[in-house]
């Protein structure tokens, strides 16, 4: 476990904005400039046409595990839609066995922009919280090595087996902002991720998280805690500001996106993002010392890795800051190696 469980900043590939060969190549860089891990999107659609891009993740951290030594995963695949829980399993001990002790796997309930695809029901919020919980059930159990035979709620699996294994499962984290998922997650899980909020979100998140763990028999203290926020850095701030309006408009859109099923529906909603209505949910800054100050205090709420994802197309110049003005005043730890 220890590939994630230290303090590290991470790197997020965002799949919504980005072709996957400059991501790979930030990556690199990321990891020559001190980035301890990287996190990778799983979409299908971008969450507006601007942004661009929607490759699939699972074929590129083949050619991210060649490039890089860093750990890395998914921040997150959804089971259940998309994916039947076997695949994944599948996919999950397919990248482990080539980058052993390298991977994690993240896990989330997805949203309709993404799962809708297949033509399905999309759930209520309980429901996908239980085929979430169902799919995690079924991956454990495939990630056995023995042959597994399932007759659940919501999936049925007929004498399925992995021939395929790693030396050890790769860790599952589940991407988790309610009470309910946070204790299930600490039950069942391996580490948790979830996304900036306020403090005392974080603290009952966690509170939950826990004392699931605890529940368990499980020391929550040795279990991996994520944390993935957006900031916009430019030069300026009005450049700063004018990247986040335009290329991550949904990261001001307070009301809960997972029912939403059309790019073009949040570009319509897009219209209506003011600056202001980022504040609290994105970082709009051109001054190292605010994006050192979150960072640092997200480490002292108990989070191992904070994950950052700068929303404008400025990458390069995002990572040259970071490395200049952001990781020296940063309390990290070494990068977790394989192991």
């Known amino acids: 476990m ?56 699972w074929t590129w951290m083949g050619a991210l595990g060649a490039r890089t030594s860093l750990p890395f995963g998914t921040g997150v695949t959804p089971p259940g839609y998309r994916y039947h ?108 991720i979830t996304v900036g909020a306020a403090d005392d979100k974080l603290s009952m998140l ?9 529940e368990a028999g499980k020391d929550p203290a040795a279990m991996p805690r994520l944390i993935q926020i957006h900031v916009s850095w430019a030069p300026s701030l009005e450049e700063a500001t004018d990247n986040a309006v335009r290329e991550w408009p949904n990261g001001g859109m307070s009301f809960p996106k997972a029912d939403v099923r059309s790019p073009e529906v949040f570009e319509a909603i897009a219209r209506m993002v003011r600056p202001e209505h980022f504040k609290g949910r994105v970082l709009i800054s051109e001054k190292a010392e605010d994006h050192i100050n979150l960072i640092n205090h997200l480490y002292s709420k108990g989070f191992d890795g904070v994950y950052v994802h700068n929303v404008g197309r400025n990458q390069v110049e995002f990572l040259k800051f970071y490395a200049a003005e952001v990781l020296p005043s940063l309390a990290l730890e070494p990068v977790g190696r394989p192991g």
Request: aromatic share 10%; glycine share 10%; charged share 15%.
């Open 2 to 57: 220890n590939r994630i469980k230290n303090k590290h900043l991470g790197y997020c590939a965002m799949f919504e904005q980005f072709h996957p060969n400059d991501m790979l190549v930030w990556c690199e860089q990321a990891e020559k400039l001190g980035f301890g891990s990287i996190m990778a999107s799983d979409h299908f659609h971008p969450w507006t046409p601007q942004q661009g891009h929607s490759a699939f993740v």
């Open 85 to 192: 829980p076997a695949l994944v399993a599948q996919m999950a001990c397919t990248v482990e066995a080539m980058y052993p002790g390298r991977f994690w796997l993240g896990l989330g309930a997805g949203e309709a922009l993404n799962e809708h695809v297949i033509g399905c029901y999309w759930p209520e919020p309980p429901v996908r919280l239980e085929k979430l919980l169902e799919s995690i059930e079924i991956i454990k159990k495939l990630f056995t090595g023995k042959v597994v035979k399932h007759q659940g709620k919501h999936f049925t699996l007929e004498s399925a087996q992995i021939y395929t294994l790693p030396p050890s499962p790769p860790p599952i984290l589940v991407a988790t902002s309610g009470p309910i998922m946070s204790a299930n997650t600490g039950r069942f899980c391996d580490g948790v």
């Open 206 to 214: 966690m509170g939950k998280f826990e004392a699931g763990a605890r």
